[in-house]
């Protein structure tokens, strides 16, 4: 079963890829560099988690989460950004507060990166098989819940503006 969802996890990112590449060429309309590096970054975290979903242990899978979150930490940045530049909006979205989404994304990766020492993003990592193949187990830290809300702040903004 793994394996159809990271073969369907695969197809999708190069969809994704094709997006993200597609996007680079029409340079002439607004918000396109944003939504073709998100677009690009959604695609590295697909495969990283295909390759995840494929892993045998739970030092594999801690790879592959650490692969996925070089992208994945900078979705509420990157929505922003992209939401900001497609819609014209700058008054809220200011230069400070991309700066501080920047920078709390960057937190983010470098707890992720770092969990082991700390757990500040996952208290717990383990391995659970009750859907027929291995997939990550994880009781969230504190951090999480920080990105989660960082995530949900800029899908808002997207919505709104």
């Given at each position: 079963m793994n394996v ?41 975290h697909t495969i ?74 996952y208290e717990n ?37």
């Amino acid at each position: 079963m793994n394996v159809i969802l990271s073969t369907l996890l695969m197809i999708s990112a190069l969809v994704l890829i094709v997006l993200g590449l597609v996007g680079f060429r029409h340079k002439g309309i607004s918000g396109v560099k944003a939504f073709s590096i998100l677009m690009l970054a959604m695609a590295v975290h697909t495969i990283a988690y295909g390759f995840e979903l494929l892993s045998p242990n739970l030092e594999t899978m801690y790879l592959w989460i650490r692969v996925e979150y070089m992208a994945m930490s900078f979705y509420p940045f990157l929505t922003l950004w992209f939401a900001r530049e497609y819609v014209g909006e700058r008054k809220f979205a200011n230069r400070y507060v991309m700066a501080i989404m920047l920078i709390l994304n960057i937190i983010t990766l470098f707890l992720v990166q770092t969990n082991a020492m700390h757990g500040w993003y996952y208290e717990n990592l383990g391995v659970d098989t009750s859907l027929g193949f291995p997939t990550l187990a994880i009781d969230k830290g504190i951090w999480y819940l920080v990105q989660v809300a960082t995530l949900y702040f800029a899908i808002g903004y997207a919505l709104i503006v």
